[in-house]
């Protein structure tokens, strides 16, 4: 069955300390995202990657990092310098782009806060 | 900045009604897409609609846009109590001359409720 698994579902951070979070899609797609949804708010998109190797910041992306080294991994680190971390993280990916107007699929999220 | 805003950001109403969601945008658009969101979870996509469609169906679901306006709306047809979610629009803008873009801008969202 495919789809996009985030872990944990619920996270407690420390101060000063970074935190990674787990997004795993075994879709095939080569996009991946990360969004930021704040109570009552819509998302925000944190970095986004096209493909292997490569990734772009999104609109918030300060405090936060990425990597892409396989296909279907996109962890997200969130650092000790984002100083209001407790959101609730989505994680998504999407076909490539040669196959346009397809929507994103959602991975069921990743409550963060602060200890 | 946020692309899209729906209207309105919350809605109540009794099983068997129909619900409808409106959501505004700004710039020009490839496409128009309806995610909806229970409590706690991901998003789930529900239709998208291309820059060149007026109207497109899905099971108890009709959306539709009108791109001189910036606009769209979601119609839920005989709403149940499992309908109650956060249903969000987000627009793919549209690029001249070639180039990939991946981003979706999502509104806030309208936070519908539906009583048995």
């Known amino acids: 069955d495919g789809g996009i698994t985030q872990s944990p579902k619920y996270l407690f951070r420390k101060e000063g300390q970074n935190v990674t979070l787990s997004c795993e899609q075994n879709l095939n797609h080569d996009a991946m995202y990360w969004y930021r949804q704040d109570p009552g708010q819509g998302l925000r998109l944190i970095y986004y990657?096209?493909?292997?190797?490569?990734?772009q910041k999104g609109d918030i992306a300060e405090g936060y990092s990425v990597s892409r080294e396989k296909k279907e991994s996109f962890p997200l680190t969130v650092t000790s310098a984002q100083k209001n971390p407790t959101a609730f993280y989505l994680c998504?990916?999407?076909?490539?782009?040669?196959?346009?107007?397809?929507?994103?699929?959602f991975g069921d999220g990743t409550r963060l806060s602060i200890l | 900045s946020q692309q899209g805003e729906e209207d309105p950001q919350a809605l109540s109403i009794q099983e068997g009604e129909n619900a409808t969601m409106n959501c505004s945008y700004k710039t020009s658009i490839n496409n128009l897409q309806w995610y909806r969101q229970n409590s706690g979870r991901g998003l789930v996509h529900l239709i998208l609609i291309r820059s060149n469609e007026r109207e497109k169906h899905s099971g108890r679901l009709r959306v539709t846009l009108d791109t001189s306006k910036k606009s769209s709306s979601l119609l839920i047809t005989a709403s149940r109590a499992a309908d109650t979610a956060s249903y969000f629009c987000?627009?793919?803008?549209?690029?001249f001359g070639g180039g990939s873009n991946y981003k979706l801008t999502f509104g806030k969202g309208t936070l519908l409720t539906v009583n048995p």
């Open positions: 987000a627009t793919e803008p549209l690029f």
């Open positions: 990657s096209q493909i292997v190797n490569d990734f």
């Open positions: 998504a990916s999407s076909p490539d782009r040669a196959y346009s107007n397809q929507p994103q699929h």
